[in-house]
């Protein structure tokens, strides 16, 4: 059964960094392409970062670019999210997404077969 979990959230100031961390389980982390998205109250589901199997090729929304960074460690089946530079506006639930086929539209959705639960992120003084 695959399980994708995520964790590292919390409450941080503006100008701050997280660490957002998912742990993958009940596949072959290394065959699969992983994203993390996240979504605000009210909002749609937003693309924020993917990583190619290999980790040699990664890709970022406009809103983060620069900002957070995105990379898996296969030895450990985990995905991070580094996030740097903390806007109140990057405040919503993030997700980690795991995807079987390489991916062509990274940024949608729908093209991962995984999510995890979320886990909340705010950004507030």
């Known amino acids: 059964q695959v399980q994708l979990v995520e964790s590292g959230g919390g409450l941080v100031q503006p100008g701050g960094s997280l660490r957002l961390s998912c742990a993958a389980s009940g596949y072959t982390f290394s065959d699969y392409e992983m994203g993390w998205f996240r979504q605000a109250p009210g909002k749609e589901r937003e693309f924020i970062a993917h990583?190619?199997?290999?980790?040699?090729?990664?890709e970022y929304g406009d809103s983060v670019e620069g900002r957070f960074t995105i990379s898996r460690d296969s030895a450990k089946n985990r995905v991070y999210l580094q996030m740097n530079s903390l806007k109140p506006e990057d405040t919503a639930v993030y997700y980690c997404?795991?995807?079987?086929?390489?991916?062509?539209?990274?940024?949608?959705?729908?093209?991962?077969?995984?999510w995890g639960q979320g886990t909340q992120v705010t950004v507030s003084s």
């Open positions: 997404a795991a995807a079987r086929l390489i991916l062509t539209m990274v940024w949608v959705a729908s093209e991962y077969d995984y």
């Open positions: 990583i190619s199997w290999s980790g040699g090729m990664t």
